[in-house]
């Protein structure tokens, strides 16, 4: 099991005409993602909203914010009970066989063109064994081809500019290679949430995106920047891609200040606590989805 202790503090200046706000930092609610302690404070006394998705687990806080100041700080204690898997036994679900709530992770979306790409990705990727292998290779195509560079895009870029550019965040990253999956039918969907920042002296904590494919029964992390440990993240959101799963959406004149982030990773070995490491298991936070049955 992996325990993150996780702090995130935001921060705004509103103008005269007050903003609404719907915010996706509370950490989901998942099978294998458990919540030990939350607090969540707002600077303003302000009425909230909280909803969260049946489906996804994701949760959602929206707030009308007065003008002035308005300071957001989440704190929050997490187990990870992640499923383990052998890389060797995932297999792709064929379209036929989708659950229903999976089937809109193999369509095009707004920053992830698959229907641009398909030709690439075939030419690619067609004649590989299908499977888990597969997903890697997209994977690792991705990681080879783009160079992770900060503030090299912005919130327009989507997966075909990033192809072209060969520069991105995170979040380039992962729309690049969910779009390259969706081109050969795999169901690939974005994340969003932190990871702890296990090199603070390189990768201190932060928000992060990457990607979840869905393979045999459940869906797979796969981090194709490769700036993170996967079994640290703290997962807040999945959707089709980051439109989707914005830390904060505004509505209203806001001006924002850089989110300060605090994580740090929990060790006990008398009660099974590890710290997060790399391993060549494929993990995932899900319970596992039951098939369509029909030929």
Not at 39 to 47: E, V
Not at 151 to 157: H, L, M, R
Not at 171 to 200: E, K, Q, S, W
């Amino acid at each position: 099991m992996i325990r993150i202790e996780l702090q995130v503090e935001l921060n705004y200046e509103i103008d005269d005409y007050g903003a609404d706000f719907v915010f996706n930092i509370h950490a989901a609610h998942t099978p294998r993602q458990s919540i030990v302690a939350e607090q969540c404070i707002l600077s303003q006394s302000i009425s909230q909203q909280m909803h969260t998705d049946p489906v996804t687990g994701n949760r959602y806080l929206r707030v009308r914010a007065m003008p002035g100041e308005l300071k957001l700080s989440y704190a929050v204690t997490v187990d990870l009970m992640h499923h383990m898997a052998e890389p060797e036994q995932l297999d792709e679900v064929p379209v036929r066989y989708l659950p229903p709530e999976v089937i809109g992770y193999i369509y095009p979306s707004r920053y992830c063109q698959s229907d641009r790409l398909v030709k690439l990705a075939i030419n690619e990727f067609g004649c590989l064994r299908q499977g888990h292998s597969r997903v890697q290779a997209i994977h690792e195509w991705v990681r080879n081809r783009v160079t992770y560079t900060a503030n090299s895009s912005n919130s327009n870029t989507s997966a075909v500019d990033t192809l072209i550019e060969q520069v991105g965040v995170c979040r380039d990253f992962a729309h690049l290679m969910i779009a390259l999956c969706r081109a050969v039918n795999i169901p690939a969907r974005f994340a969003t949430g932190t990871d702890y920042g296990a090199f603070p002296a390189h990768t201190p904590p932060d928000f992060h995106a990457y990607v979840e494919v869905f393979l045999g029964s459940r869906w797979y992390i796969f981090d194709p920047s490769g700036t993170a440990i996967p079994m640290g993240f703290v997962r807040f959101g999945t959707g089709r891609d980051a439109a989707d799963v914005a830390f904060a959406t505004i509505f209203g004149g806001v001006r924002s200040q850089a989110p300060v982030i605090f994580a740090s990773a929990i060790e006990d070995a008398a009660l099974g606590i590890v710290l997060p490491h790399h391993c060549r298991n494929a993990l995932s936070t899900d319970s596992g989805a039951e098939l369509n049955s029909f030929s």
